[in-house]
């Protein structure tokens, strides 16, 4: 037995791996657009992108190895995901190697810098030829260069234009237009190998250093605000849990053992009615007919949604305080649950009611209260064992639209203000850490099946 366990703990290492993999290549993609500002030349505006490309941990290759075409230059895994990215890649692909492309990036680049100094040129001319290299050097498309490249052509013809510059451009014209056409062999994979200098790596090393860990957003450490919203999202869910197992046990077995009852009838169609109301039609309108006169004058009973993010004298006292605030949420929470436990528990008593050994405690003599919880129950709430794999997830995330509506800034909350900010290291890790805890429900689950039923074999699970 305690092997079977150790092995299932060891077994998690591997699967959080592979999680981890998946989670990081999900979230991988974050691009970075920053205005371009009309005093802010190119060159400062790629240092920017680049700067914020270091800051978010995202100026090196994505994996310890890649397979990207043949035609991409090296350097192009260290740029960030951005409109300098897209255009290195056009050109790469366009020129078919990636030393042509840079090399052509350059010149441009070079001959951009040269027309910004220079303030012997006409205006007009010397405005519109900046501006077309310029969009050459931010076109995301091959056919949004070869556009801009004949827009460019009248001004070649221009005599106006010193011939430096018309030299030039029409060396880089020729170039672009001589590598005209597309190769197959362009897009053909190619094997290379990053080492452990890469962006997937440092996020991993980075759970070593809590300090190190932070948020894109505000630069605050992860660890804190994980920890900050888990704090909330565990008191609502452990609190929950236990309401509804404390309220749906006792009635799923008098509703199991009483069926041909009028009250037990009634309340079985109640809970399906309940079970069948959304999460957050029921906080709406609680939250309408009881936090406001809008619709009667004796129902404004509890506060307005709102949860102080400021803990006053720790949470146990803010909690305490303001436990007002929870008795809305608590409701929204527990009422479905509440019903499909109820059900699902007065199913299993009535099959349980049906089988021999109830007979034969009813012929010895046996109390009815003694049959139903001494030897009915263990056995209807036997399928609520398998609900802990499901349960201790939902601890972690907690209920995102009860957390949104009521503003309690549990894990939910963070998680859907994460996805809105696009705060993607909170992100990972809330998933990282929700696929944990599903590892781990599943190895508690089974662990009390163990106890509850120890002639259960799980090897057969």
């Known amino acids: 037995m305690n092997w079977y366990f150790l092995k299932r ?261 109640l809970l399906f009615a309940l079970y069948s109301i959304p999460d957050f039609w029921l906080a709406t309108i609680l939250i309408v007919l009881f936090t406001t006169k809008t619709y009667c004058e004796k129902c404004d009973i509890f506060p307005v949604p709102g949860m102080l993010y400021i803990e006053e004298g720790g949470f146990a006292s803010t909690v305490l305080q303001h436990w007002s605030y929870f008795i809305l949420p608590f409701i929204v929470t527990t009422v479905d649950a509440i019903a499909y436990l109820a059900n699902q528990i007065q199913t299993t008593t009535q099959q349980e009611l049906q089988k021999g050994y109830i007979t034969h405690a009813v012929s010895r003599g046996l109390p009815r209260k003694t049959i139903l919880w001494k030897h009915v129950a263990p056995n209807a709430l036997f399928p609520l064992l398998l609900l802990i794999a499901d349960i201790i997830p939902g601890l972690v995330t907690g209920t995102l639209i009860v957390e949104v509506i009521f503003n309690i800034p549990g894990m939910g909350r963070l998680l859907y203000e994460s996805v809105l900010t696009s705060d993607i290291p909170v992100i990972r890790d809330i998933l990282l850490l929700t696929g944990a805890m599903t590892f781990i429900g599943y190895i508690l689950a089974d662990w009390v099946l163990s106890k509850v039923h120890p002639n259960t074999h799980l090897s057969t699970f």
């Open 9 to 269: 703990l060891f077994g998690i290492l591997p699967l959080l791996a592979v999680l981890s993999v998946i989670l990081f290549f999900l979230t991988a993609i974050h691009p970075i657009e920053l205005p371009l500002q009309s005093n802010t030349s190119i060159e400062q505006y790629e240092q920017m992108v680049m700067s914020e490309g270091k800051r978010l941990h995202i100026d090196k290759p994505l994996f310890f190895f890649c397979l990207p075409p043949s035609s991409w230059a090296d350097t192009l895994s260290t740029i960030p995901y951005s409109s300098i990215y897209h255009n290195i890649k056009a050109m790469c692909i366009h020129f078919g190697g990636g030393q042509q492309a840079i090399a052509h990036r350059y010149a441009l680049l070079k001959l951009h810098r040269q027309l910004s100094g220079d303030t012997t040129a006409l205006s007009n001319l010397h405005g519109h030829l900046k501006q077309r290299i310029a969009l050459l050097l931010r076109a995301e498309s091959d056919g949004k260069i070869r556009e801009i490249w004949n827009d460019i052509q009248p001004v070649l013809n221009n005599t106006a234009l010193p011939s430096t510059y018309r030299l030039k451009l029409a060396s880089l014209g020729n170039a672009w237009k001589d590598a005209e056409g597309f190769h197959l062999t362009n897009l053909l994979p190619s094997f290379r190998w990053n080492g452990s200098n890469n962006q997937y790596w440092d996020w991993i090393a980075l759970h070593f250093n809590k300090t190190a860990l932070r948020s894109s957003v505000d630069s605050r450490p992860i660890t804190q605000k994980i920890w900050f919203a888990l704090r909330w999202t565990l008191f609502i869910s452990i609190s929950s849990v236990l309401i509804i197992l404390s309220i749906s046990i006792p009635l799923g077995l008098y509703l199991g053992s009483t069926p041909s009852r009028w009250l037990s009838k009634r309340v079985t169609s």
